[in-house]
């Protein structure tokens, strides 16, 4: 009402109306762009920080045990093993440190065996490897990225303000098919309109999850394929208004799946032999076998 007022006082036209939609759209789609580039370059800022302050604690423990035991002195000894206990507790507030490296760490500083000495050694050096990898690879986006990146980095962003615009266009869509003249609001016809908009919402939103998650801060990739699906799932109300009630069922039971997926661990989360996890496996096995 206040705003066909103020149409009328002022005297919009149609197409000053429709120039004014279009500037506004333009000016949310800069934003959304802008910021959303921005906050990509800022988490990939963040994980070079992380993996930095990592690899400055590994490769400063990981030296301290290479070099281990080259002094004489008894009193230099002690004091090296001090400085080595303090630099690996540091470690293990790493921001990047997996479960695997603090086990290690936990067992090492609990048991202080050479055995361990070795181990960890060896498992500090792996992790620098790697982490030096992952430096590089993202050194490598932010600096010179190749062809097929580059073009990803120019088209992500837009997947925000698209999200916004698909959750508009099924809002009004929604609000014209329930102001026809031929659908009631009691009906079969007005719960199919429903479920079709929760459908197609659902798909928008589990399509921009999956895009838009960063990889390294997802911890299953099949959520995202799942994810994926869901949204494809969506393509089929082109079939008509009578399909979504069982398209609406498919992404149920898609959605339902994700609680029963159980990926396989990755090497780095694995327990190692000796750790506190299979020892503590080994021992129950030990304890519930039957006599002969």
């Not at 921009?208 to 998650?213: E, K, P, R």
């Amino acid at each position: 009402m206040y705003l066909a007022a103020w149409i009328d006082a002022n005297d919009i036209t149609d197409t000053q109306s429709r120039i004014i939609v279009t500037g506004l759209a333009v000016i949310l789609f800069l934003w959304l762009y802008i910021r959303t580039a921005r906050s990509f370059k800022s988490a990939a800022t963040s994980r070079l920080d992380w993996l930095q302050q990592t690899l400055g604690l590994y490769s400063r423990a990981a030296g301290m045990l290479d070099g281990d035991g080259a002094v004489d002195s008894p009193a230099e000894h002690e004091q090296e093993t001090e400085s080595l206990i303090l630099l690996l507790k540091q470690c293990k507030a790493a921001p990047l440190i997996t479960t695997e490296l603090l086990e290690a760490i936990d067992a090492y500083l609990k048991e202080r065996d050479s055995s361990r000495h070795t181990q960890l050694q060896k498992m500090l050096e792996r992790e620098i490897r790697r982490r030096i990898r992952e430096q590089a690879s993202i050194i490598r986006s932010l600096d010179n990225p190749g062809w097929g990146i580059g073009f990803w980095k120019l088209i992500r962003p837009v997947i925000p303000f698209a999200a916004l615009v698909l959750i508009l266009y099924w809002c009004l869509q929604l609000y014209q098919d329930f102001h026809g003249p031929d659908i009631p609001a009691l009906s079969w016809a007005s719960a199919e309109l429903w479920m079709r908009f929760v459908s197609c919402l659902a798909a928008v939103i589990s399509f921009y999850l999956a895009v838009m998650t960063p990889r390294k801060d997802s911890t299953k990739a099949s959520y995202r394929i799942l994810a994926l699906f869901i949204s494809a799932a969506a393509l089929a109300h082109f079939a008509g208004l009578t399909a979504a009630p069982y398209i609406l069922a498919v992404q149920f039971i898609l959605f339902l799946v994700g609680f029963g997926i159980h990926p396989k661990r990755s090497r780095r989360d694995r327990p190692y032999a000796g750790s506190t996890e299979l020892l503590e496996a080994s021992t129950e096995t030990e304890r519930i076998k039957p006599e002969k």
